[in-house]
């Protein structure tokens, strides 16, 4: 089993920068190679996908609402993945979850494991 903590949701001016982190729980095996990736939920809408990367590294993947201002990236030393907002907009206001999965595409179908969110506010 695989724990996801969310962390560096606040509160945020729009047009900074801000950056999430989700740290898994154990060090995953080599026959656990997981895809890992972002969520965001705001009040009365759906969960939606934001941004996923591949065990390696290699390949990443974005929301075409977020194309340009949001970067993902792992460090697989510390467990860690991030996600750098650039140039926030009030849009981006919502709970941020992290999420894990065997593939990208079982990621965004139905991730095996969530975190629990974090919450990013956007002032104007």
């Known amino acids: 089993q695989v724990q996801l903590v969310e962390s560096g949701g606040g509160l945020v001016q729009a047009g900074d920068s801000l950056t999430l982190s989700c740290a898994a729980s154990?060090?995953?095996?080599?026959?656990?190679?997981?895809?890992m990736g972002w969520f965001r939920q705001v009040p009365g809408a759906e969960r939606v996908f934001v941004a996923a990367?591949?065990?390696?590294?290699?390949?990443?993947y974005y929301s075409d609402s977020v194309q340009g201002r949001i970067t993902i990236s792992r460090d697989n030393a510390k467990n860690t993945i991030y996600l750098q907002i650039d140039n926030v907009k009030p849009e981006d206001a919502a709970v941020y979850y992290c999420?894990?999965?065997?593939?990208?595409?079982?990621?965004?179908?139905?991730?095996?494991?969530w975190g629990k969110g974090t919450l990013v506010t956007v002032s104007s």
């Open positions: 154990q060090r995953t095996s080599e026959s656990e190679r997981l895809t």
């Open positions: 999420a894990a999965a065997a593939s990208y595409t079982k990621l965004v179908i139905t991730p095996d494991y």
């Open positions: 990367i591949t065990y390696t590294g290699t390949s990443s």
